[in-house]
C-alpha cells in the first residue's frame, strides 16, 4: 500500500494554500473555489471510466477513485480536490448490506426500524473496518502524491443523515421514520446514533491520516430536524465524529495545527451555529440562506462555504456570473470565504461553465 512519508500539511504543500488558509480564517488575495460533487456525472471523462463498474466498486478500487478525484481538478483547475467516495462506503466496508442505485441514491437491503434492528446492526463492532480501510487509504495516498500543493478535502457523512437512509431503507423525503425513531424509542436512537459515529468517523481519520489536509462533515439531510431535536439527539454524536480527527495535529510552517473542520448541510438555516458548536471550524451554507444573513447568524467571525444556486449553472452567463459576484460581495462579511455552491452539481451540468465560474472567482 502506498503511504506518503510525510504529510502535505506536513511537508508545507498544502499548509499556506488559498483553500487551507482560507479555512483558518486569514483571508487569501483570490478567493478559493471548489464544487460539491465536482467528480461525477457532469463529466464526460468521468461518464467514460465509470462504464461496467458500480458506483461502490468504483470507490473501493484505488486507481479509479483517485483518478475520479483528478479529473475535476485538472480540468477545472479548482482550489482542491475532494475525495472520490461516498458517505455509505464504510458502512459498505463493515458489511452492511448497501448498493448505490444511479439516480435515486443508496439503498439499503435490509431496513432499520425495531430496537432488534438497530440491536443487531450494532453487535458489528466499529473496531473492525480499521482492517478493512486500505482500499481508502490507498486511494488517497495516491491522490495527494499527484496533488502536490492542491489540498485534499476528505469527508464523511454525519451520524443523522446516514441513520436517515439506514432507518428508512434507503432516500426519503421527510426522514419520517428515523426522526420518528428518536423519540418513540430514543434509546435505540442513540445507540444508532454512537455506533455510526464510531463507523464514520473512522472513514473520515483514515483519510487525514492518508493525506487530506482538511475534512467536511456532511449531514446532508440534518434540515429537516428542529434545533431542540437536533441540539439533543443528533449534535453529540456528530461531536464524537470529529473527535475522531480533532486529536490529529501536523507541524505546519512551526506550528502545530490540526485539519481544519468544515460542517455542511441542506436547508439547514435555522441551525447554523449549533453546527458550529458540534466543533467546526468553518461552515457551509446552503442557497437557500443568503451568504451575509448566514455569516451574521454565525456573529460573523466563522470563515463560511458557499452557496451559488446550482440552479443558476443552466442560467444564461450573465445571469449566472451577476449572482456570483453578487455571492462573493456577500461573502465579505466573513473572516474569509470559500467560494462553493449550495449543493452539489446537477448531473447535466455544462463542464465548461464550471470552468468558467472558477476563472471568475479567481478575478474577483
Ligand atoms: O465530487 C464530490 O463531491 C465527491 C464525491 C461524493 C460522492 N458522494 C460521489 C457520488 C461525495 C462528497 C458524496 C457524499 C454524499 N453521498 C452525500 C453528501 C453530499 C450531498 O450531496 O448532500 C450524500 C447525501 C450521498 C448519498 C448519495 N450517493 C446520493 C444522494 C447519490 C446520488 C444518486 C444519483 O445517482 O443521483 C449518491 C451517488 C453518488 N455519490 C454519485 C457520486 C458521483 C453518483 C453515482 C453515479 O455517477 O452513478
Aim: glycine share 8%.
Amino acid at each position: 500500500m502506498l503511504v506518503p512519508t510525510t504529510h502535505p500539511l506536513q511537508a508545507g504543500l498544502t499548509a499556506e494554500s488559498p483553500l487551507i488558509s482560507a479555512y483558518r480564517g486569514i483571508r487569501p488575495a483570490t478567493t478559493p473555489v471548489w464544487f460539491m460533487r465536482q467528480a461525477g456525472r457532469s463529466l464526460p471523462e468521468y461518464r467514460e471510466l465509470r462504464v461496467g463498474t458500480e458506483m461502490l466498486q468504483a470507490c473501493l478500487t484505488p486507481e479509479l477513485a483517485s483518478e475520479i478525484t483528478l479529473q475535476p481538478v485538472r480540468r477545472h483547475a479548482v482550489d482542491a480536490g475532494i475525495f472520490f467516495s461516498d458517505i455509505v462506503v464504510p458502512l459498505k466496508l463493515v458489511g452492511v448490506d448497501v448498493s448505490i442505485v444511479p439516480g435515486r441514491g443508496p439503498v439499503m437491503g435490509k431496513a432499520v426500524r425495531t430496537a432488534a434492528d438497530v440491536a443487531e446492526l450494532v453487535q458489528n463492532d466499529p473496531a473492525q473496518l480499521d482492517s478493512a480501510l486500505g482500499p481508502i487509504i490507498d486511494a488517497v495516498a495516491r491522490t495527494v502524491a499527484e496533488l502536490g500543493t492542491t489540498p485534499l478535502i476528505g469527508f464523511a457523512g454525519a451520524p443523522f443523515t446516514l441513520a436517515a437512509y439506514l432507518v428508512e431503507g434507503g432516500p426519503s423525503k421527510d426522514h419520517i421514520r428515523a426522526r420518528t425513531m428518536m423519540h418513540a424509542d430514543p434509546e435505540s436512537w442513540a445507540a444508532l446514533m454512537t455506533w455510526t459515529a464510531e463507523i464514520t468517523g473512522r472513514f473520515l481519520r483514515a483519510q487525514v491520516l492518508a493525506g487530506a489536509s482538511a475534512a467536511q462533515l456532511f449531514d446532508s439531510w440534518a434540515g429537516s430536524l428542529s434545533p431542540e431535536d437536533y441540539v439533543r439527539h443528533v449534535a453529540p454524536a456528530s461531536a464524537r465524529v470529529l473527535d475522531f480527527v480533532r486529536d490529529l495535529t501536523f507541524e505546519a510552517s512551526g506550528t502545530e495545527t490540526r485539519v481544519p473542520i468544515v460542517h455542511f448541510g441542506v436547508g439547514t438555516g435555522e441551525i447554523l451555529p449549533q453546527m458550529r458548536d458540534v466543533g467546526a471550524d468553518v461552515v457551509g451554507i446552503d442557497y437557500r440562506t443568503p451568504l451575509d444573513e448566514g455569516i451574521r447568524r454565525l456573529g460573523a467571525s466563522v470563515p463560511v462555504q458557499g452557496n451559488v444556486d446550482p440552479a443558476m449553472l443552466a442560467a444564461p452567463w450573465n445571469i449566472l456570473e451577476a449572482h456570483v459576484r453578487d455571492v462573493h460581495r456577500r461573502g465579505l462579511d466573513a473572516p474569509a470565504h470559500v467560494m462553493n455552491l449550495g449543493h452539489g452539481v446537477p448531473p447535466e451540468t455544462d463542464p465548461t461553465v464550471l470552468t468558467r465560474v472558477v476563472e471568475l472567482v479567481h478575478s474577483l
